[in-house]
C-alpha cells in the first residue's frame, strides 16, 4: 500500500515538473512577444527601443514629487494596475495619487514606497485621562504648538482646558501623530459573545480587528462596503457586559433607514444587542445627554458611517464619557478638509485596500457603464432602455422632483426623506427610485443593477458608497449606469475618480453625438500631449542663496515677498471664508501684531459665531501664520521666524508643478 502510494506520488511530482517545465516555455514566449511588440512601437515613432531602459522602468514604474510638507504626488502610467493613497486626477494616460500621512494608517503605502519618502516619524505625545502626556524634549513644542489648550505645564505632562479635549487631539493628528494610549477591555467589562455568525476563515482579517479592539478600546475601521464592519461591532458590542444604570451601549447612524438596518441586523446576528444598544441617529444627541443627565453611564459607543459627521457634531460626540469606542466607514475622508476629525473621534485606524479585500472576500467588482447624453429627458429615454422591471434595481435621484417625475413614468415607488417604512418598501418592489438617503450602509442582498440620473456634484465619497450597494449583495453579474449630460460630465466627472481608485472598470459611451459611438476612456477626457524635452548641455550652476535673515523682515517685508503673496492667494481660493480671510492678514498687517479672533471680527464688522479655526487652518497649511496665546486670548501673527521654510516649501511645490508640466506639455 505505502509503495503504491510513494509510486504514485513520485509520478505526480514528474508530472508537475514537466508541466513546470511547459509553462516556463510558454511565458518565455510571451516575453519575446512583449519584447518584440515594444521594440516594433517604438520604431514606429522614430525612436530607439533601450531593453535595459525597459528593465528599470518596470523595477520603479511611477515618480514620487513633492506636493506640500509631508505630503507628495505619486504619478503612475494608466496600464499599471497599481494604487497607492488617495487618486487624485489623470492626466492623459497618467494616474496622479496624494500619499501622506493618512495613507500610512490605513495601509496604503507599500513598504517600499515609505523608505523612498521619508514620512516623519510621529512625536510621541498622548492623550489620557484629561492630560497631555508627552517626552521631556518635546517642551517647547507642546508650549508653541498646543499651549492654548493645556494648563498647568511640566516637564513631561500637562492638564487639558476642560471643552478642548477633541481639538486638541484633531490638532495633534493633523500634526502626524496618533495620540491614543492602548485602553484594553477590563476583565469585569467582558463576556464571551454569543452570535450567530463567523469571523474565522476568509473572515479572519476581522478576527484581527477584533482582537485589537479588545486590546486597544477605541479603533476606527476603514473597510470597502460590503467587508463586514457590522459584523465586527457587533462581535465587539456583544463582547461588552451590559447593565441599563451603569454599561449602557450605544450606536449612532446617519439615517432612520440605517437605523432600521441596525435592529434587523442584531435581530438576526446579535440578539442580545435589541435590548442592550441604543440606536440613534446623529441628530438625535439629545437622548443620549437625556441619558446621562439622568444618571445613567455608557460603555461603548458605535459610530457608523463615521465620516458623515457634521463638523460641530464630532465635539459633541467626543464629549460623551465612554470606556470605548468604534468607527465605522469605507470612506473615511471629509470633502470639507477635517478628515483628522474622524481618527479624532473614533481611535487607531485599521484599513485593508479595495484590492486585498476584493480577493480576500472572493468578490469580483462589477462593470460601470457611463453614459454622456445631451440632456435631462434624454435620461428618461436612456431609462427605458436600461431598466429591466424583473430585476432588483435602484434608481439614485438626488432631485425629487426628478424622482416623482421616473416613479410616475415607470409606476414604482419612490424612497425619500419622508418616506416611512423605508426597508419595507424596497422588500417588496423589485425597483425602486431612491433620493441619497439610500446611498449608505444599506444593504439590498438580491440588488442586480444601478442606476444613477441625479448626483450630488462631484462627490466621490457618494459615487463609491453608490456602487458600493453592490458589493452588499450576493447577486452575480451586476451592472452600474451612470447618466450624464454633456454639461455634468464635463463639470463633476471627478466624481469617477474614486471608482478608478478603487479599480474598477469604466466603460464610455457618448450618445451626445450624432453616431452613438463606444468610446476608451481617454477619449472623453482633455488628454495632452506628451512632451519628450530636448537633451540640453549639462552646466554647473550654483544654487542661489534664499535664505532671509530674521531681523531683516518685518510685517510689511513679510507681506511685500513673493512667495508669501503667492501662497496668500491660494489659501484664498481654497477657502469660502475669503472675506475672513483677507480681513484677518488685514488687521495683523494694520496692527503690526498679534490679534485675536474677536478683533477681525470686529474689524470686519461681524457678529456671533464665525469659523475662525478653519480660516486659520488653511493659513497654516502654507506656514503663512503662527498661534499663539496672550493672556488667555487666542491670537495669530505673521510667521515671520518661518519664511525661510514657507520659501523652500514652495520651492518644492514649484519643482512638483514644473515637472508634472514637463511631463503633460501643460506649458504648450
Same mark, same amino acid.
Given at each position: 500500500m505505502i509503495k503504491d502510494k510513494l509510486e504514485s506520488t513520485t509520478k505526480m511530482a514528474g508530472e508537475i515538473r514537466?508541466?513546470? &517545465?511547459?509553462?516556463?516555455?510558454?511565458?518565455?514566449?510571451?516575453?519575446?512577444?512583449?519584447?518584440?511588440?515594444?521594440?516594433?512601437?517604438?520604431q514606429s515613432l522614430g525612436l530607439k527601443f533601450e531593453e535595459s531602459e525597459l528593465k528599470d522602468f518596470f523595477k520603479k514604474p511611477y515618480i514620487l514629487l513633492p506636493k506640500a510638507k509631508q505630503e507628495w504626488y505619486c504619478i503612475v502610467p494608466a496600464f499599471i494596475n497599481f494604487q497607492v493613497g488617495y487618486f487624485d486626477r489623470r492626466e492623459g494616460s497618467y494616474n496622479i495619487y496624494i500619499i501622506n500621512k493618512y495613507s500610512r494608517w490605513m495601509n496604503d503605502i507599500p513598504e517600499f514606497m515609505l523608505e523612498e519618502i521619508e514620512l516623519d516619524e510621529p512625536d510621541k505625545i498622548y492623550v489620557a485621562n484629561?492630560?497631555?502626556?508627552?517626552?521631556?524634549?518635546?517642551?517647547?513644542? +507642546?508650549?508653541?504648538?498646543?499651549?492654548?489648550?493645556?494648563?498647568d505645564l511640566q516637564k513631561d505632562k500637562a492638564k487639558i482646558k476642560q471643552g478642548h479635549e477633541f481639538e486638541l487631539i484633531a490638532e495633534l493628528i493633523d500634526e502626524g501623530n496618533l495620540p491614543f494610549i492602548p485602553k484594553p477591555i477590563e476583565e469585569e467589562d467582558f463576556r464571551e459573545p454569543i452570535l450567530n455568525f463567523t469571523t474565522i476563515g476568509k473572515y479572519s482579517f476581522q478576527e484581527d480587528v477584533y482582537k485589537e479592539f479588545l486590546k486597544k478600546g477605541a479603533v476606527g475601521v476603514y473597510w470597502m462596503t460590503g467587508a463586514g464592519k457590522s459584523f465586527l461591532a457587533m462581535k465587539s458590542l456583544d463582547s461588552l457586559d451590559y447593565d441599563s444604570k451603569t454599561k449602557r451601549k450605544f450606536l449612532v447612524t446617519p439615517t432612520s433607514t440605517l437605523v432600521d438596518q441596525w435592529k434587523i441586523y442584531f435581530e438576526k446576528y446579535a440578539p442580545r444587542l435589541l435590548e442592550e444598544v441604543d440606536i440613534l441617529t446623529y441628530q438625535s444627541y439629545h437622548k443620549i445627554v437625556e441619558n446621562i443627565k439622568q444618571g445613567k453611564k455608557y460603555i461603548c459607543g458605535v459610530f457608523d458611517e463615521c465620516d458623515r459627521l457634521p463638523a460641530d457634531t464630532f465635539s459633541r460626540f467626543a464629549t460623551i464619557d465612554m470606556k470605548y469606542r468604534l468607527g465605522l466607514s469605507a470612506t473615511p475622508y471629509r470633502e470639507d478638509g477635517r478628515t483628522n476629525?474622524?481618527?479624532?473621534?473614533?481611535?487607531?485606524?485599521?484599513? @485593508?485596500?479595495?484590492?486585498?479585500l476584493i480577493q480576500i472576500l472572493e468578490k469580483k467588482l462589477h462593470p460601470i457603464n457611463i453614459y454622456i447624453l445631451k440632456s435631462e429627458q434624454d435620461k428618461?429615454?436612456?431609462?427605458?432602455?436600461?431598466?429591466?422591471?424583473?430585476? &432588483?434595481? @435602484? !434608481?439614485?435621484?438626488?432631485?425629487?422632483?426628478?424622482?416623482?417625475?421616473?416613479?410616475?413614468?415607470?409606476? !414604482?415607488?419612490?424612497?425619500?426623506?419622508?418616506?416611512?417604512?423605508?426597508?419595507?418598501?424596497?422588500?417588496?418592489?423589485? +425597483?425602486s427610485v431612491v433620493s441619497r438617503v439610500m446611498d449608505y450602509g444599506v444593504s439590498i442582498k438580491d440588488l442586480r443593477h444601478i442606476i444613477e440620473v441625479n448626483f450630488l456634484f462631484g462627490s466621490r465619497k457618494q459615487q463609491v458608497q453608490r456602487t458600493g450597494r453592490l458589493l452588499h449583495s450576493l447577486s452575480k453579474n451586476s451592472r452600474h449606469d451612470i447618466l450624464f449630460t454633456t454639461n455634468e460630465f464635463n463639470n463633476y466627472k471627478k466624481r469617477l475618480f474614486g471608482l478608478m481608485e478603487k479599480g474598477?472598470?469604466?466603460?464610455?459611451?457618448?450618445?451626445?453625438?450624432?453616431?452613438?459611438?463606444?468610446?476608451?476612456?481617454?477619449?472623453?477626457?482633455?488628454?495632452?500631449?506628451?512632451?519628450?524635452?530636448?537633451?540640453?548641455?549639462?552646466?554647473? +550652476?550654483?544654487?542661489?542663496?534664499?535664505? !532671509?535673515?530674521?531681523?531683516?523682515?518685518?510685517?510689511?517685508?513679510?507681506?511685500?515677498?513673493?512667495?508669501?503673496?503667492?501662497?496668500?492667494?491660494?489659501?484664498?481660493?481654497?477657502?469660502?471664508?475669503?472675506?475672513?480671510?483677507?480681513?484677518?492678514?488685514?488687521?495683523?498687517?494694520?496692527?503690526?501684531?498679534? +490679534?485675536s479672533y474677536e478683533e477681525i471680527r470686529k474689524s470686519l464688522g461681524l457678529t456671533g459665531t464665525t469659523n475662525m479655526p478653519s480660516v486659520v487652518r488653511y493659513l497654516e497649511k502654507y506656514e503663512l501664520v503662527k498661534k499663539i496665546k496672550e493672556g488667555g486670548t487666542h491670537k495669530i501673527d505673521f510667521n515671520i521666524e518661518g519664511i525661510n521654510e514657507i520659501v523652500e516649501l514652495s520651492k518644492q511645490r514649484e519643482k512638483s508643478q514644473g515637472l508634472i508640466d514637463d511631463l503633460f506639455g501643460e506649458g504648450k
Open positions: 514537466e508541466k513546470i &517545465k511547459e509553462l516556463s516555455e510558454d511565458l518565455e514566449s510571451l516575453n519575446q512577444l512583449q519584447h518584440k511588440t515594444f521594440a516594433e512601437y517604438f484629561g492630560e497631555l502626556r508627552f517626552e521631556e524634549n518635546l517642551l517647547e513644542k +507642546v508650549r508653541t504648538k498646543f499651549g492654548h489648550r493645556i494648563k476629525y474622524i481618527f479624532a473621534l473614533t481611535g487607531y485606524p485599521f484599513g @485593508l485596500d479595495w484590492k486585498s428618461i429615454k436612456k431609462i427605458t432602455e436600461l431598466l429591466d422591471l424583473n430585476k &432588483k434595481t @435602484l !434608481i439614485f435621484s438626488d432631485s425629487i422632483s426628478v424622482g416623482k417625475q421616473i416613479s410616475n413614468k415607470f409606476n !414604482i415607488p419612490h424612497i425619500h426623506g419622508t418616506t416611512k417604512k423605508r426597508l419595507e418598501v424596497l422588500e417588496d418592489n423589485k +425597483v474598477f472598470k469604466l466603460n464610455f459611451f457618448n450618445e451626445a453625438t450624432k453616431d452613438k459611438i463606444k468610446v476608451q476612456e481617454e477619449d472623453v477626457r482633455p488628454l495632452r500631449e506628451i512632451k519628450m524635452p530636448e537633451k540640453k548641455k549639462e552646466e554647473f +550652476v550654483p544654487e542661489p542663496t534664499t535664505s !532671509i535673515q530674521h531681523g531683516n523682515v518685518d510685517y510689511e517685508t513679510f507681506l511685500k515677498n513673493d512667495t508669501v503673496q503667492k501662497l496668500i492667494k491660494e489659501a484664498v481660493s481654497e477657502t469660502a471664508q475669503k472675506k475672513l480671510l483677507k480681513g484677518a492678514l488685514a488687521l495683523i498687517f494694520q496692527k503690526k501684531r498679534p +490679534v
